[in-house]
């Protein structure tokens, strides 16, 4: 029965349709005997494009998406670009017009392009270094920049962050460890930003949190540089040890960890460890923590992504997918001409996507709800839920 009805309800608008076309097919050729033949129907003209090549748009925003489609990272921005034209297809958002821009090709000459095309609002880059280069022409147009990076030292007054923050991750880590007793802590810091931010929020969150930081040393990305770092940092005994560098530093790193200060050490990871699933194979890495936001949902959207474009997505294709969500929720305030609303991305409720709950606190970062995830042989394990929202 379930199977018939949609065959007669086919059926029924096929016929109805035919019967229609007959009509106005009727209609249109009596012509009174003796009556002047009826004026050529004028067909309106189409709408002349753009100077820039675009059609010209009179209901909807045009939002431009800033990501590496060529180059190195090309897969990468590639991904978020389908994963924001997907969140555009699931909300139906009509009232907008996202239009890819390569930022590999020069973001400075990517963003002039996107302003050159009437673009109201940018999502992306990807990079801070592309960020850096496109907020002075952004901001002397009066557009807003919502970029990917999590580089904390962009944001600014028009440029809020949607990436994920290792500050964040660190705070929560370290936090879930001092709950469980851990006091004496130490840690692996790579060179460059992301180490500077990472061990200077470790040492203030392990003594905002009551611990204390016994041990920090930092390393080239070699074998033997990550060596003689442990031996360093082993000269004191610690509970945990802070690996804020990715999955591959730290499955290189835990043996060794592991053979100087014995198994009961608990080992912990930033965000970094999230687009890494094999470190469940690696026995040294068993029983770590790391903080990350839930893949409940971003399981659920890599199957429809799957099945939409014949392969997986990246992790970060989320940051496109949520900005997507973003902007359409905000557009229903947003009138066509004006400057897109950003104050409402102040919103202290915050917003909810893939990648959970979020919202853009102090300093235009995206602040997320994150969970605690437990390495181990038969899959990773959430120790620690994430909050439902602020």
């Known amino acids: 029965m379930a199977e018939g009805a949609p065959r007669r309800q086919s059926r029924l608008f096929t016929l109805g349709g035919l019967a229609l076309a007959l009509l106005l097919g009727a209609c249109s050729t009596v012509i009174p005997r003796g009556a002047p033949p009826p004026a050529p129907v004028a067909k309106p003209a189409p709408k002349p494009a753009a100077p820039n090549g675009l059609p010209e748009d009179v209901e909807r925003h045009r939002v431009a998406l800033l990501v590496p489609l060529s180059g190195p990272n090309a897969a990468v921005g590639r991904s978020i670009a389908d994963a924001a034209a997907m969140a555009l297809a699931d909300t139906g958002g009509k009232a907008l017009r996202i239009t890819n821009y390569d930022t590999a090709l020069g973001a400075d000459a990517a963003a002039r392009k996107a302003l050159a095309d ?4 940018f999502l992306g880059p990807l990079l801070g ?17 919502i970029a990917f990076s999590n580089d904390a030292s962009v944001a600014g007054d028009d440029v809020w962050l949607l990436g994920f923050s290792p500050a964040q991750s660190i705070d929560r880590i370290v936090r879930f460890a001092r709950s469980k007793g851990l006091t004496r802590f130490a840690g692996l810091i790579p060179p460059g930003v992301y180490g500077r931010n990472a ?18 040393q930092s390393y080239q990305r070699s074998p033997t540089s990550l060596a003689a770092a442990v031996r360093a940092i082993s000269k004191e005994k610690f509970d945990a040890v802070l690996i804020a560098d990715s999955g591959r530093i730290a499955m290189t790193s835990a043996p060794l960890i592991r053979k100087a200060e014995g198994a009961g050490v608990r080992i912990l990871g930033t965000e970094l460890w999230n687009t890494e699933p094999s470190l469940n194979n690696s026995p040294a890495m068993a029983g770590a923590w790391f903080a990350s936001v839930d893949d409940t949902l971003f399981g659920q959207f890599t199957t429809r992504y799957r099945a939409r474009y014949g392969r997986p997505p990246y992790r970060l294709a989320s940051l496109g997918y949520d900005a997507v969500l973003l ?18 991305l102040s919103d202290p ?10 919202r853009f606190a102090r300093g235009h970062i995206a602040e997320r709800a994150l969970a605690v995830h437990q390495l181990g042989p038969g899959g990773g394990t959430i120790v620690s839920p994430a909050p439902t929202g602020f």
């Open 118 to 121: 009437g673009n109201k609002l």
């Open 349 to 358: 409720g915050g917003f909810a996507g893939v990648d959970g709950a979020f």
């Open 199 to 216: 061990s200077s929020m470790l040492i203030r969150t392990a003594e905002a949190a009551g611990g204390s930081v016994v041990a920090m």
């Open 327 to 344: 902007t359409v929720r905000i557009a229903k305030d947003w009138k066509l001409g004006d400057r897109f609303p950003a104050d409402a």
């Open 129 to 145: 270094e592309d960020v850096r280069a496109v907020t002075p022409p952004a901001e002397a147009a009066g557009v807003p920049v």
